[in-house]
C-alpha cells in the first residue's frame, strides 16, 4: 500500500511534480452532506468533536463520497479552549459564545496550558481515522491566535472586532499575553495531531482579513509565526489560510508556513508572486459550486493553469463548502480537477 507521503497532496505541498493536481474542501465535511446531517441529529458541536466515533465518521464521509486526495479533521477552533476549561459553547445558528470574556491579565492568566491530557479524544480519533485512511492523508488544524483571541475578546462572533481591536491598541499587554497563551495552545494542539499521526496542518485566521498590513505584522504576525515555528520540526507541511487577507499575503507567508492558502477574493495569479518559493492553496468561489456544471468547470480550469506557475498547487475553494452546495455538484467538480 502506497503512503500517504508519496500521494499528490503531500507531494504538492513539497513542490514536488505530481500526475494530477490534488483537491480537497474546508467544511468538506458537514453542512452539506445529508449523512453528516444524519450523524450529528441531536448532537451538539463541541459534543461531536469530542467523541472519537463521531469525528471518525464524519471525516471519512467525504473521502468516501468525493474521492479527495486528502481528509480535514473533524473539529473546531474553539474546541482547544473548551478542553482546558474555558466556560463556551457553540450555539446553533451563532457560533462560538463565551460565557466570561478576557479582559484583563489575570483574565489570561487563568486559562491553562494545553496538555495531550486535555484531547485524549483527539488522539484517539486521529489513530482511528489514519488506520481507516490508508494512502489518504489527515490534515489537522488549529485556530490561528488572533481568530480565537477575537472570540475570547468579543464573547461570541463580531462583524467589527471593535472590542478586540481596543485590546491590541489600547492594552498591548494584555493583548500579547494573551495571544502568547493562545499560541501555545495552538501549537500544543497541533503537535498532539501530528503525534497521532496527522500528515499535514492547517492554521485558519478566519477574521485576520480585519487587520491592516501594519497592525497584523506588529501585533499578530509574532503569534502566528510561532505556532508554525513550534510544529516546524514535526516534519509535515504547514498550511497558513486566511479569510479576506489579500493585502496580507506576503506576511502571512512570511509566518513561516510551507503552503499559503488563498480565499476567492485574491486571483491565484496575483497571489502567487506575492508568497515567494511556497506552494499556494485555493480558490475557487464557494457560490460557483452552485453555478452550471460548465462555468464552475472552466473557472476551476483558470485556477489550475494558474497554479502551474506556483512552486506547488493544491486545489480548494476560496474558504468552505457553503450548506446549499449540492453534494453531487462537488463530486463533479472533484473528478473535473483530479482528471483535468
Known amino acids: ?13 513539497r513542490g514536488e511534480a ?6 480537497w474542501y474546508m467544511r468538506q465535511a458537514g453542512r452539506s452532506l445529508p449523512e453528516y446531517l444524519k450523524v450529528r441529529e441531536g448532537v451538539g458541536m463541541l459534543e461531536s468533536c469530542m467523541n472519537p466515533d463521531l469525528v471518525t465518521e464524519i471525516t471519512l464521509q467525504p473521502v468516501r463520497r ?16 473548551k478542553a482546558v476549561g474555558v466556560d463556551l459553547d457553540i450555539v446553533p445558528g451563532v457560533g462560538p459564545v ?15 496550558d494545553l496538555t495531550p491530557g486535555h484531547v485524549r479524544f483527539t488522539t484517539a480519533a486521529i489513530r482511528s481515522l489514519v488506520a481507516e485512511l490508508g494512502p489518504t492523508p489527515l490534515i489537522g488544524f488549529a485556530g490561528a491566535p488572533f481568530t480565537v483571541a477575537s472570540y475570547l475578546v468579543e464573547g461570541g462572533p463580531s462583524k467589527d472586532h471593535a472590542l478586540t481591536k481596543a485590546m491590541m491598541y489600547g492594552a498591548p499587554d494584555v493583548w500579547d499575553a494573551l ?12 503537535r498532539v495531531q501530528v503525534e497521532a499521526g496527522a500528515s499535514a496542518v492547517q492554521l485558519f485566521d478566519s477574521w485576520a482579513g480585519a487587520l491592516t498590513p501594519d497592525d497584523y505584522r506588529r501585533s499578530v504576525l509574532p503569534h502566528s509565526a510561532a505556532v508554525l515555528a513550534a510544529v516546524a520540526g514535526l516534519g509535515v507541511p504547514r498550511i497558513h489560510f486566511g479569510v479576506g487577507t489579500g493585502s496580507l499575503l506576503p506576511l502571512m507567508a512570511g509566518a513561516g508556513a510551507d503552503v499559503v492558502g488563498v480565499d476567492w477574493r485574491t486571483p ?11 506552494a499556494v492553496q485555493g480558490n475557487l468561489d464557494p457560490t460557483l459550486v452552485l ?4 462555468v464552475m468547470t472552466s473557472r476551476a480550469a483558470e485556477i489550475i493553469d494558474a497554479g502551474r506557475t506556483a512552486k ?16 453531487d455538484q462537488l463530486k463533479r467538480l472533484t473528478e473535473f480537477v483530479q482528471g483535468y
Open 98 to 112: 463565551v460565557a466570561r470574556p478576557v479582559r484583563t491579565l489575570e483574565d489570561v492568566a487563568a486559562i491553562p
Open 312 to 327: 506547488g498547487h493544491v486545489f480548494n475553494l476560496g474558504h468552505g463548502v457553503l450548506p446549499s452546495t449540492d453534494p
Open 1 to 13: 500500500m502506497t503512503s500517504p507521503r508519496d500521494g499528490a497532496f503531500l507531494r504538492a505541498t
Open 291 to 294: 453555478a452550471p456544471t460548465e
Open 179 to 190: 495571544l502568547g497563551k493562545i499560541a501555545g495552545i495552538s501549537a500544543a494542539y497541533l
Open 268 to 278: 491565484l495569479a496575483s497571489a502567487i508572486p506575492l508568497v515567494g518559493d511556497r
Open 66 to 81: 468525493y474521492g479527495v486526495d486528502a481528509a480535514i479533521f473533524f473539529s473546531d477552533i474553539v474546541l482547544p479552549l
Open 18 to 23: 505530481v500526475d494530477h493536481t490534488p483537491v
